[in-house]
């Protein structure tokens, strides 16, 4: 899958992006095995702590309709008077990352647009994580 098109899919959620409280817009696009698209955009909320990111939400909109096998992700974030910046994920966007894919093969792409991006495997975004494989009753 075109990369490039990931990233045109995360910068067109980013127009959706709820975020009147940090003004920072963010949108994901996460790829699943089988080929499909699922989009994300970070949603804010008055009492903060509900507010989620916008991989988060991909993964969520995924794992909610049956898919459960990922190849990547891509993400396209910045302020919202300015153009996209590198928006690496969070420290809890890379746990949940973490617990459906294999570190090694899972591809994040985060970038400004098409022509200005890299790609990392999560497991150097996530080095030594800690994952389902730590656990005895690993998920089936
Ligand atoms: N945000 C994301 O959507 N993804 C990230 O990985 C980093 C942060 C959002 C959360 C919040 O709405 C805003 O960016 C500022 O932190």
Redesign the pocket.
Not at 41 to 44: D, R, T, Y
Not at 87 to 90: G, I, N, Q, S
């Given at each position: 899958m075109d990369e490039k098109l990931l990233i045109r899919k995360a910068a067109e959620a980013r127009t959706f992006?709820y975020?009147p409280?940090?003004g920072?817009?963010?949108g994901?696009a996460l790829l699943t095995s089988s080929g499909k698209i699922y989009q994300g955009?970070?949603?804010?909320n008055a009492a903060f702590t509900p507010?989620?990111?916008?991989?988060?939400?991909a993964f969520a909109k995924a794992v909610s309709e049956g898919e459960m096998s990922f190849e990547a992700i891509a993400?396209v974030?910045g302020p919202k008077d300015a153009g996209p910046e590198y928006?690496?994920?969070?420290g809890?966007?890379r746990q949940v990352m973490m617990e459906f894919v294999d570190p090694r093969k899972f591809r994040v792409v985060v970038g400004r647009d098409e022509t200005d991006y890299s790609v990392h495997a999560l497991s150097e975004l996530l080095p030594f994580g800690f994952g389902p494989d730590n656990l005895n009753n690993t998920p089936d």
């Open positions: 992006s975020s409280y940090s920072y817009m963010v994901a955009c970070n949603i804010e507010g989620i990111c916008a991989e988060r939400t993400v974030g928006a690496y994920p969070c809890v966007c």
